[in-house]
């Protein structure tokens, strides 16, 4: 999987939006990028993934830049529910065995929420 | 909910004796995983599972067996349980739930275990 980087941690107030930022700039073609958090004492839960165009669901929105070697994370109004590590992987679904030989993840970035 | 249960949630043992923990599903998936999550290294895959007896390593596989004799059951056993084990170990799932064959993981809630 090709490497990515994030801040080790980030903090934000209670209702305020928050951009997670991630760096791929091996990313390759087939690349997808996808999002998992941790909250505290339990696994690892998938958040959100893309392409190429900005993707939007209950939990989040993923932008992407334009040359796709960065993405941004939008939780647009965050809870204290939302302090967690969040990890931006990529996966190759054609050349990682279909996706399914396990994920590869980071250090993440450690969101603190204020109230 | 991919109903995933690990047991025990909390084990203590002593160095030099076998574990096994277990992870089950309810869903009839075909592939699971055993991470392990230390500070400092983050999670990662010790062994992982493609359907019953089919099983492959993973990153940090050493000191580490798996047992894999129904589909909805999957054995992460320590023969000789040593310090350095000391983790907290989680099972997974997965499925093409997304787009274009991109798998997504479902994990379960953990089972710490000290080894003292």
């Known amino acids: 999987d090709a490497k990515t980087t994030q801040p080790n941690s980030m903090e934000s107030n209670e209702e305020e939006p928050v951009h997670l930022p991630c760096n791929h700039s091996?990313?390759?073609?087939?690349?997808?990028i996808h999002w998992y958090r941790q909250l505290p004492s339990q696994g690892p839960e998938y958040v959100i993934h893309g392409l190429t165009s900005n993707v939007n669901n209950r939990m989040a929105s993923l932008a992407i830049a334009e040359d796709r070697k960065s993405s941004t994370l939008i939780l647009h109004r965050a809870t204290l529910r939302d302090a967690a590590v969040y990890y931006c992987?990529?996966?190759?679904?054609?050349?990682?065995?279909?996706?399914?030989?396990?994920?590869?993840f980071g250090k993440g970035t450690h969101l603190i929420i204020q109230p | 909910d991919a109903g995933i249960t690990q047991s025990p949630r909390h084990k203590v043992t002593e160095t030099g004796t076998p574990v096994t923990l277990r992870c089950h599903q309810t869903e009839n998936h075909r592939y699971m995983y055993w991470y392990r999550q230390d500070p400092g290294h983050g999670l990662r895959l010790i062994h992982y599972?493609?359907?019953?007896?089919?099983?492959d390593k993973g990153e940090v596989s050493d000191g580490y067996s798996v047992s894999r004799s129904k589909t909805e059951d999957f054995l992460l056993t320590l023969e000789s349980a040593t310090s350095s084990q000391t983790s907290v170990y989680f099972c997974?799932?997965?499925?093409?739930?997304?787009?274009?064959?991109?798998?997504?993981?479902?994990f379960g809630s953990g089972t710490r275990l000290t080894v003292v």
């Open positions: 091996t990313i390759s073609g087939t690349d997808y």
């Open positions: 997974a799932i997965s499925e093409i739930i997304l787009d274009r064959g991109n798998y997504g993981y479902t």
């Open positions: 599972s493609y359907g019953v007896k089919d099983t």
């Open positions: 992987i990529l996966r190759d679904p054609i050349y990682s065995g279909g996706g399914a030989d396990g994920l590869t």
